[in-house]
């Protein structure tokens, strides 16, 4: 995976069929305002991501959180999932010259 291209939420676009189409943009370039979502406005992950300066939820400081279940409903296992790209994106950075 590359790590550049992670969503504060642990998803990444790249190879997304709506990305490649055009029909959205994703959120890292929209800050936050993903097409996909934009009934919803900004997305609070995002934003919530954004005032802990992590890059996305698995590497803030106060992962997890209460919050975040609630945030990520539709993926009930967002903490393991975040938990696991967190040690991926620690060994991909270690790897990184």
């Keep these: 995976m590359n790590y550049t291209h992670i969503t504060p939420c642990g998803e990444c676009?790249?190879?997304c069929?709506?990305?490649e189409?055009?029909?959205c943009r994703?959120?890292?370039a929209t800050?936050?305002?993903c097409e996909e979502w934009a009934a919803s406005g900004?997305?609070?992950?995002f934003a919530c991501c954004e005032v802990h300066g992590a890059a996305?939820?698995?590497l803030c400081s106060e992962f997890p959180c209460l919050r975040l279940p609630?945030?990520?409903h539709w993926r009930p296992d967002c903490i393991a999932e975040l938990r696991a790209h967190a040690a991926a994106y620690r060994r991909w950075q270690e790897a990184s010259p």
């Design 70 to 72: 609630e945030m990520l």
């Design 31 to 33: 800050d936050g305002r």
């Design 56 to 58: 996305f939820c698995g």
């Design 26 to 28: 994703g959120c890292i």
């Design 17 to 19: 069929a709506k990305r």
């Design 42 to 45: 900004r997305c609070p992950v």
């Design 13 to 15: 676009c790249d190879g």
């Design 21 to 23: 189409s055009g029909l």
